[in-house]
């Protein structure tokens, strides 16, 4: 255990040195800081800003974002990644109206039951606006924690997490956990990074294991996962005027429920009908797409139609493809779109 007054340390640093202008931390709404710690997950606080106030003015309370068409929260969110995180805000501010009377449980115990909000998340939104005494174990903090610690067991280990998961909750002070849960996430995020650690600047340096034994980069340990995946996949951009054909994904898997362009596992398979279609194709650079388990690599082509089509022979010619619907450029460009996508129909 780290010496006595750690917590002291973060609170102190916290009031004189950490952020205090984060757009959601001008006050204790639990929506509000909820909505901000499912946006930063996995995404840069300069990222989430611009996503939090578009958000928060289509959405600016529980309710609105429970009425609303799923649809309307992908456009949104679109662009911002880990598409799972928008669809699970969706249904836990519907099951938060119908079970909860449109108020959140005040407990990290009770908010950990409800869709999309793990045992860190909760305990963020309990400590910050209820003042519980609870740890959070974010990415972040867990690196914090690990190198004041000294904790070297390797975090791939579920029982190792859990081990760590008890010596933070040890941590926690009876009084300024608010302070201190976000003193925590400001070290993590300003001092003590992943690479180059400031230790200079940092207030547990006195107290911090990793730095006493000079290696603070050696902690958290977490053993290597195995070598990342690799897809490819061929993408038919469909283009009539100013409309392109839009399917929409299934529910399940990767960008589950956004709007796309058909794909298929490569260019053949879309050569063969398109030799007799109208108009003319070129295929355009590959993209190297990057999620969270493997490499994506997305070769579009491109497909322009005559503008003087019949309907029923534009109608033949879409029936051969996935189901979906023409969207203009500016419709396109305000629905739920993967971010490559949303890039391809941007740039024309």
Same mark, same amino acid.
């Given at each position: 255990?780290?010496?006595?007054?750690?917590?002291?340390?973060?609170?102190?640093?916290?009031?004189?040195?950490?952020?205090?202008?984060?757009?959601?931390?001008?006050?204790?709404?639990?929506?509000?800081?909820?909505?901000?710690?499912?946006?930063?997950?996995?995404?840069?606080?300069?990222?989430?800003?611009?996503?939090?106030?578009?958000?928060?003015?289509?959405?600016?309370?529980?309710?609105?974002?429970?009425?609303?068409?799923?649809?309307?929260?992908?456009?949104?969110?679109?662009?911002?990644?880990?598409?799972?995180?928008?669809?699970?805000?969706?249904?836990?501010?519907?099951?938060?109206?119908?079970? @909860?009377?449109?108020?959140? /449980?005040?407990?990290?115990?009770?908010? &950990? #039951?409800?869709?999309?909000? =793990? %045992?860190?998340? !909760? +305990?963020?939104?309990?400590?910050?606006?209820?003042?519980?005494?609870?740890?959070?174990?974010?990415?972040?903090?867990?690196?914090?924690?690990?190198?004041?610690?000294?904790?070297?067991?390797?975090?791939?280990?579920?029982?190792?997490?859990?081990?760590?998961?008890?010596?933070?909750?040890?941590?926690?002070?009876?009084?300024?956990?608010?302070?201190?849960?976000?003193?925590?996430?400001?070290?993590?995020?300003?001092?003590?990074?992943?690479?180059?650690?400031?230790?200079?600047?940092?207030?547990?340096?006195?107290?911090?294991?990793? @730095?006493?034994?000079?290696? /603070?980069?050696?902690?958290?340990?977490? &053993? #290597?996962?195995?070598?990342? =995946? %690799?897809?490819? !996949? +061929?993408?038919?951009?469909?283009?009539?005027?100013?409309?392109?054909?839009?399917?929409?994904?299934?529910?399940?898997?990767?960008?589950?429920?956004?709007?796309?362009?058909?794909?298929?596992?490569?260019?053949?398979?879309?050569?063969?009908?398109?030799?007799?279609?109208?108009?003319?194709?070129?295929?355009?650079?590959?993209?190297?797409?990057?999620?969270?388990?493997?490499?994506?690599?997305?070769?579009?082509?491109?497909?322009?139609?005559?503008?003087?089509?019949?309907?029923?022979?534009?109608?033949?010619?879409?029936?051969?493809?996935?189901?979906?619907?023409?969207?203009?450029?500016?419709?396109?460009?305000?629905?739920?779109?993967?971010?490559?996508?949303?890039?391809?129909?941007?740039?024309?």
């Amino acid at each position: 255990m780290p010496a006595p007054g750690f917590a002291r340390r973060v609170v102190r640093w916290q009031h004189a040195h950490g952020r205090h202008d984060l757009p959601w931390q001008q006050d204790r709404d639990p929506y509000r800081v909820w909505l901000s710690e499912v946006m930063l997950q996995q995404t840069q606080v300069a990222t989430v800003r611009g996503y939090y106030a578009r958000f928060l003015q289509r959405f600016p309370d529980l309710r609105s974002l429970a009425v609303a068409p799923l649809d309307d929260v992908l456009a949104l969110w679109s662009g911002l990644g880990y598409y799972s995180r928008a669809r699970n805000l969706h249904r836990c501010a519907q099951q938060l109206c119908a079970q @909860h009377d449109g108020r959140f /449980p005040r407990s990290s115990a009770e908010l &950990a #039951r409800l869709p999309g909000i =793990g %045992r860190s998340t !909760a +305990a963020a939104i309990a400590a910050i606006c209820f003042g519980e005494r609870v740890s959070i174990l974010d990415g972040n903090v867990r690196r914090v924690l690990a190198r004041s610690l000294g904790f070297g067991a390797d975090l791939a280990r579920p029982a190792n997490v859990q081990a760590l998961w008890r010596e933070a909750q040890a941590l926690v002070p009876a009084r300024g956990v608010a302070a201190y849960t976000q003193g925590l996430m400001d070290l993590g995020a300003l001092v003590c990074s992943a690479r180059r650690p400031d230790c200079a600047r940092c207030p547990l340096a006195p107290v911090c294991v990793a @730095h006493a034994q000079g290696r /603070p980069e050696a902690y958290p340990v977490k &053993a #290597r996962r195995g070598a990342r =995946g %690799r897809r490819c !996949a +061929a993408l038919l951009w469909l283009v009539h005027g100013d409309r392109h054909w839009l399917v929409q994904r299934p529910a399940h898997g990767v960008w589950a429920g956004l709007w796309s362009l058909p794909e298929a596992e490569s260019v053949a398979h879309w050569q063969q009908p398109l030799q007799v279609w109208p108009g003319r194709g070129e295929a355009l650079p590959p993209i190297e797409h990057a999620l969270t388990h493997f490499d994506w690599t997305l070769a579009p082509l491109r497909w322009r139609l005559p503008t003087r089509i019949g309907a029923a022979r534009l109608q033949a010619l879409t029936a051969q493809l996935p189901a979906g619907r023409w969207l203009s450029t500016a419709e396109a460009l305000q629905a739920a779109l993967p971010a490559p996508v949303r890039r391809l129909l941007a740039a024309g």
